[in-house]
């Protein structure tokens, strides 16, 4: 996920500053890892100095001072651009789950029970992840969200399946290589 993007997004509908477009991302986003404040300020910097965004002004209010930012024209062309651009499908087909099978092979591991635990924890993350979506008063963008996940880990699950089935050829083709 593009954090750039995801901050000029949040910029779109009006100027803030760093703290209230941490709460807003991990309000909208409620499945994805928090942005830490640093995250976000360096993100701001940048966009200032790509033309993106601008500083509109600072203000304390009693408190610490605060920058509020707000998007420029460039850098509601660039979301507009990022926003209509196709995501590409995974160009790469391995992943960690398959390069820690093949290395407990060629170490002398146990794949199998590795992948057993590893469907364990899938497991349970999707029992997690269906009380989140369950939870009375969820909303639409946490249900989403939580499917997503879901689904690929359901995916996951199924390719732990099918490996665990041709563990046997799997090891004869890693020990030859």
């Known amino acids: 996920m593009s954090t750039r993007h995801i901050l000029l997004g949040l910029l779109a509908s009006g100027p803030s500053h760093g703290y209230d477009l941490k709460r807003r991302h991990d309000e909208r986003f409620p499945q994805a890892r928090p942005l830490a404040y640093g995250q976000v300020y360096t993100t701001l910097q ?25 998007a420029t024209d460039g850098g509601a062309a660039e979301l507009s651009r990022w926003a209509g651009e196709i995501a590409p499908p995974a160009p790469f087909v391995t992943n960690e789950i398959f390069a820690k099978v093949v290395v407990s092979i060629l170490s002398g591991g146990d794949p199998a029970a590795y992948l057993r635990a590893q469907r364990t924890a899938h497991m349970e993350r999707m029992r997690e992840l269906t009380t989140v979506k369950a939870a009375k008063g969820a909303d639409l963008a946490t249900v989403l969200s939580a499917d997503f996940a879901l689904n690929h880990l359901d995916a996951d699950l199924r390719w732990m399946t099918t490996t665990a089935a041709r563990l046997t050829t799997l090891t004869a083709e890693v020990d030859t290589a």
Do not use: F, K
């Open 46 to 70: 940048r966009l200032v100095r790509d033309g993106l965004a601008e500083v509109e002004g600072t203000d304390s209010d009693g408190g610490p001072e605060r920058t509020t930012y707000r």
